[in-house]
């Protein structure tokens, strides 16, 4: 069961920022790795086919690192590399692996997590509440009285949008045959932002129903 949201729902409402704060560090994490690989790499000595040193441009650098680290592997460019280069690629190669193993353990932990679920659950919410052009009531509660008071409305060709604390019988009303689209959503009716984002202050709001 997922609990209701309880807390002001501003601080779950951004999935976007919600994404970003999660993923700030193994972002950080591969963008430090790149860096510093593309840096080293231009810094180490190779060979052109004259057999004079040569340096790595940092835009033959950044390329080669680019693909490198994403598994793509075309090859050493522009000349074949030395061993030094080689060597500051092994550990490229593994300094890589291992940031994109904590990015990705960091995204599977995020699709999985609570919160994020939560978070697009209520924006796809207020989303389906603000696009409601004709009058609809709040109802506070999906029990049997509840249930009645959608199933009056719907028959009369009323909208309505229903906050549930019990996510049990918010999804009961995806099964529910409603003629009309019903936006619910698990969260406590007795919050004050809960209510807002639930469309209280909607211009098309013809009443609550408690």
């Known amino acids: 069961m997922q609990p209701p949201l309880n807390a002001p ?3 779950h409402h951004s999935v976007f920022f919600m994404i970003m704060r999660r ?5 950080i994490l591969l963008i430090v790795i790149v860096s510093i690989s593309v840096l080293g790499l231009t810094l180490t000595p190779g060979v052109d086919d004259e057999g004079r040193t040569h340096y790595l441009s940092f835009f033959h650098a950044f390329y080669f690192i680019s693909y490198t680290a994403t598994t793509i592997g ?3 460019i522009p000349y074949a590399f030395s061993d ?3 060597l500051w690629v092994l550990f490229c190669i593994y300094m890589s692996v291992i940031g994109w193993a904590y990015t990705l353990g960091s995204v599977f932990n995020l699709l999985s997590d609570r919160s994020l679920r939560q978070a697009i659950s209520m ?3 207020v989303r389906a509440v603000r696009r409601l052009r004709e009058p609809f009531y709040l109802v506070a509660g999906y029990g049997e009285t509840g ?3 959608c199933q009056a409305l719907d028959r009369k060709g009323v909208r309505a949008v229903v906050l549930e604390i019990d996510d049990n019988k918010v999804g009961e009303i ?3 045959s409603y003629a009309l689209d019903v936006p619910a959503i698990c969260a406590d009716a007795g919050n004050p932002e809960t209510l807002k984002y639930a469309g209280l202050t909607h211009p098309h709001c013809a009443g609550v129903v408690a």
């Open 9 to 11: 729902l501003a601080r």
């Open 23 to 27: 993923l700030r560090a193994p972002l």
């Open 74 to 76: 075309f090859g050493e």
């Open 84 to 86: 030094q280069q080689r």
């Open 123 to 125: 924006q796809r919410f």
């Open 147 to 149: 249930r009645l008071i």
């Open 174 to 176: 995806d099964l529910h």
